[in-house]
């Protein structure tokens, strides 16, 4: 089992930033991405950004040049800093590892609870 527990959502006013942060813990293993998804009220969950193992990173064309994945391999700690926000990136964001058990090597896939990014003036 991994636990992620996320932080660092609230309420922004358009224009102002917010960093996120996902510390993982438990028979982590290797892991091999890790990302962000966001998910508005009706709306299907969608990635936001990934990192993975040798550090390629991707991002959804919305939030280029306005946001930044990041993570410390030493602590497991994922990070997103969002600059510039806008009213439409309002949702619950969720952090997401993958990788390979520590034990047993088989894959795994975890989710954290979600954490509110509300961006209104």
């Known amino acids: 089992q991994v636990q992620l527990v996320e932080s660092g959502g609230g309420l922004v006013q358009p224009g102002g930033s917010l960093r996120l942060s996902c510390a993982a813990s438990?028979?982590?293993?290797?892991?091999?991405?890790m990302g962000w998804f966001r998910q508005a009220p009706t709306k299907e969950r969608k990635l936001v950004a990934s990192?993975?193992?040798?550090?390629?990173?991707t991002y959804a064309d919305s939030v280029k040049g306005r946001f930044t994945i990041s993570r410390d391999s030493a602590k497991n700690i994922l990070y997103l800093q969002m600059n510039i926000l806008k009213p439409e990136d309002t949702a619950v964001y969720y952090c997401?590892?993958?990788?390979?058990?520590?034990?047993?090597?088989?894959?795994?896939?975890?989710w954290g609870q979600g954490t509110q990014v509300t961006v209104s003036s």
């Open positions: 438990g028979r982590i293993g290797r892991i091999r991405a």
């Open positions: 997401n590892v993958q990788g390979n058990n520590a034990v047993t090597s088989r894959p795994y896939d975890f």
């Open positions: 990192i993975t193992s040798s550090d390629t990173i």
